[in-house]
């Protein structure tokens, strides 16, 4: 189930909106309508554009140092942006997290600078917990809070990200991700009690924050297991491939054969290529028998035996395949074995359960 859905892209960069801050819109847009006053929703949905302003500032940073962001969701309080890789380098991890509670921070005090010049109204701490009805006003509230919140040192927020790289300069990252995410735990459980007593809008956000803390110590726990595993642990020997003369027909049989989701092409134990799902699917039932596997697209990506699956998964996700050729390290055109996108998921769930 998707909880995410795609709303546009800024510099190349999906953005997808998460469904919590869909129902938010919803939640306030529903009661505004009894009063017919509609400021805080539309406060709200400017707080949508600065939090992807926080976003883009991550992943502009995370460009700078060479490294793919996949995409951007953002969440009510705040988001995420899903990198390729997770830096090894702690410097640029936390230069890459602090980047946007900077952007939302610089930005809630140059509104608020403004608001100060064009309006008579006072701003006291009183401003941080009340909608004074001054949009400028406000959206400075908005960006600071914002800002202040990611950077608590627990995850899910960016200040866990400058805190876990803090502590990798004498820790192993395991221990400093662990240690980050035992605050951001006691963090959220925090809130949930408190909210009890102040605000049920705090509850939310504490299961939110001890969710996301949970994941958090979930994925570095697999990202360093599975970095450790070659391909050859996982990759199967025994594999089926066509050459190029052979028909579509034929190439899905072997296809259907090996429960592949690709066609692996050889000639004389040479490899060639790969022929995608997606490819022959575009070719027509009655016109497979006739049409020769040289006549389509290939792909000539491949891997070596030991190479971690963690950079297979990466090649295969990014050029959209299910299966990649392993090939000797000596003999780049021998092909030894196939990784499939199956054998990284039953990785995946083993390292799950250790």
Do not use: C
């Amino acid at each position: 189930m998707r909880y995410s859905f795609k709303i546009g892209s800024a510099w190349g960069i999906p953005i997808e909106l998460h469904f919590t801050f869909i129902l938010l819109i919803i939640a306030v847009l529903i009661l505004s309508i009894p009063t017919m006053q509609f400021y805080t929703f539309f406060i709200v949905l400017f707080l949508f554009v600065f939090v992807v302003f926080h976003e883009l500032a991550h992943s502009i940073i995370a460009r700078h140092y060479g490294i793919k962001v996949r995409k951007i969701i953002l969440y009510p309080i705040g988001g995420v942006s899903e990198i390729e890789e997770i830096t090894d380098n702690p410097s640029q991890e936390w230069r890459m997290a602090v980047a946007g509670p900077l952007t939302s921070l610089v930005l809630g005090v140059a509104l608020l600078a403004v608001s100060l010049l064009t309006s008579t109204q006072a701003f006291t701490l009183a401003t941080f917990t009340t909608i004074t009805g001054n949009p400028l006003t406000d959206l400075a509230t908005l960006n600071i809070l914002l800002g202040a919140f990611n950077l608590i040192p627990a995850f899910p927020m960016d200040g866990g990200r400058v805190f876990r790289a803090l502590l990798t300069e004498r820790l192993k990252y395991s221990d400093a991700t662990r240690y980050a995410v035992y605050i951001g735990k006691i963090f959220g459980i925090a809130m949930v009690i408190i909210g009890f007593w102040l605000n049920f809008l705090l509850i939310l956000v504490g299961v939110f924050v001890y969710i996301g803390a949970s994941e958090e110590a979930e994925q570095t726990i697999i990202s360093t297991t599975l970095a450790g595993v070659r391909v050859k642990d996982v990759m199967v020997s025994e594999f089926g491939s066509v050459n190029r003369q052979q028909s579509i027909a034929e190439a899905l049989e072997v296809m259907f054969k090996n429960r592949y989701h690709d066609v692996l092409v050889e000639k004389d134990g040479v490899f060639e290529g790969v022929v995608t799902w997606s490819e022959l699917m575009k070719v027509k039932p009655e016109e497979r028998g006739a049409l020769a596997v040289e006549e389509m697209p290939l792909k000539n990506i491949s891997i070596v035996e030991d190479e971690s699956i963690l950079e297979a998964n990466k090649i295969m996700a990014r050029e959209k395949i299910d299966l990649i050729p392993v090939v000797d390290k000596q003999s780049p055109k021998k092909v030894v074995g196939v990784l499939t996108s199956e054998a990284i998921a039953k990785a995946y769930e083993k390292s799950k359960s250790k």
